[in-house]
């Protein structure tokens, strides 16, 4: 982008510039970083045969089969919302450029308020607690942001929205982690790319074509609606294993 073509409220290109700065703190941590020797195992395997390895594991695995299901079902109905927001900021909201620019801004200070809860507050609730209720209420608040024509109104749900979007995303990302061993983590994690890799474009046209169809603002709450029942399925999901594995132990 050439800076000198645009100096409406200031140079939009100042703004990539200090999101490229950001990254200053991530790579810096990276390097802080000591680890120990990594060892090459005697058997190599190839690239295809640790890619297939992970798909496997991912689906065999009910736990992680059940996060990834889940962060597909999210990330393709419900993440799928920011695409929507020019549309829904000009057509529904009646902003231009600078009131799309703060609603995004909402949404980012709910997910950045919802770090500082999970770093601090996280131990003190069950990470299915923080995975399903971060879905439940990003369900809740983009159903009502899709509903309201008041802008203020929509920033207060947009900042939730971005709060129980973090929750979910963060505790997962850590649950899938921390119960998969440590010689799979990082092909599973390459099943989780290429998860996220694929929910982006799906949603997007998902969304793209209902909003096309039947506007902005039901493609948005159909995406909220069908988050809300993939979180409803994965707890009764998980409540039925749980009855089972309780059933066999007490068999035994």
Known sequence: MDCRLDDWHGRRCDVFFLNGVT?????????MMRLPAFERPAHIVSATEHAWNGIVYSIKHRRVRTILLLFLSVGVFGWSYAVLMPAFARDVLGRGANGYGVLMSASGAGAFIGALVVATYGHLFTPRKLAL???????????????????????????LVGFGMLLFFSTSNTVLQTIVPDEMRGRVMGVWSLVFGAMIPLGSLEAGALAHWLGTPFALAFGAIICAVAGLVTLLVIRRREAQ???ERTAA
């Open 23 to 31: 990254f200053v703190a991530v790579i810096a941590g990276l390097l």
């Open 133 to 159: 209720g971060g879905v439940w209420l990003f369900s809740i608040a983009l159903l009502a942001f899709a509903l309201t024509r008041n802008f203020y109104v929509a920033l207060i749900f947009l900042t």
């Open 245 to 247: 594995l309780h059933d």
